[in-house]
């Protein structure tokens, strides 16, 4: 079955720098995500993306958080300047929403670390 | 604001038995997913209910869907030590919003010998 790819596996980074996480998506897919969860609590829309601009976004997702296409198959997600509290996983999806019974594909995620 | 409660948070089942896991949710949305996470991956989709009364099933796992009640369940059938693993539903849109997935905080269940 196809996947969604992201990396890297884990991240560590210092409070205030800039972090970049990648995710290629299923290739017929045209509906793109991100997602984080915090440890043990659940997980939380960040944003959508389609037809190279953000469909929707959460209160989390302020502009400190960019979301990127920037070539063809893969989609970035970037924190300008970390803080503690975006210690979490970060999981990447796809969905081809043009299929009636379309599922969410997520990736196998990120942990990002923030000291 | 949509609101999705999943209960219990806590299950454990010994193997052979059948337990349901609920799913409610607060507002109209036209589908239901469930998922299941191990611990330290990825989310597993296991279902999508699209519509009322729709039942769909996998191995010992059956998922229903009430969406007059605003009602999802997920049964399972004679537990194996293999479905050990965090259970989430998520229902899409509410609010306004078509894309976003709210998710329920997730039921943990853990099947003993």
């Known amino acids: 079955e196809p996947e969604v790819t992201q990396t890297p596996s884990h991240q560590v980074t210092q409070m205030g720098q800039e972090v970049i996480l990648r995710c290629v998506p299923i290739?017929?897919?045209?509906?793109f995500y991100w997602y984080r969860q915090i440890l043990g609590q659940k997980v939380e829309f960040l944003v959508s993306?389609?037809?190279?601009?953000?469909?929707?976004k959460s209160e989390i997702f302020d502009d400190q958080f960019s979301v990127e296409r920037p070539d063809g198959s893969n989609f970035t997600l970037k924190i300008r300047s970390t803080k503690l509290e975006d210690s979490a996983m970060y999981f990447c999806?796809?969905?081809?929403?043009?299929?009636?019974?379309?599922?969410?594909?997520f990736g196998s995620g990120t942990q990002l670390s923030v000291l | 604001e949509l609101k999705v409660e999943q209960n219990p948070l806590f299950l454990s089942m010994q193997e052979g038995k059948n337990y349901t896991i609920y799913c409610n949710y607060s507002?109209?949305?036209?589908?239901l997913y469930w998922y299941r996470q191990d611990p330290g991956k990825s989310l597993e989709s296991l279902f999508v209910?699209?519509?009322?009364?729709a039942v769909k099933q996998e191995g010992r796992l059956m998922a229903s869907l009430d969406t007059k009640a605003r009602l999802s369940t997920l049964h399972i059938t004679a537990a194996v030590h293999d479905l050990s693993a965090t259970y989430f539903c998520?229902?899409?849109?509410?609010?306004?919003?078509?894309?976003?997935?709210?998710f329920g905080k997730g039921t943990l269940l853990t099947v003993n010998p």
């Open positions: 999806a796809s969905s081809d929403l043009r299929v009636t019974n379309e599922k969410l594909f």
């Open positions: 290739s017929n897919h045209l509906y």
């Open positions: 993306f389609y037809n190279n601009e953000i469909s929707e």
């Open positions: 507002t109209t949305s036209d589908r």
């Open positions: 209910l699209l519509s009322n009364g």
């Open positions: 998520a229902v899409r849109g509410g609010g306004g919003s078509n894309y976003k997935l709210t």
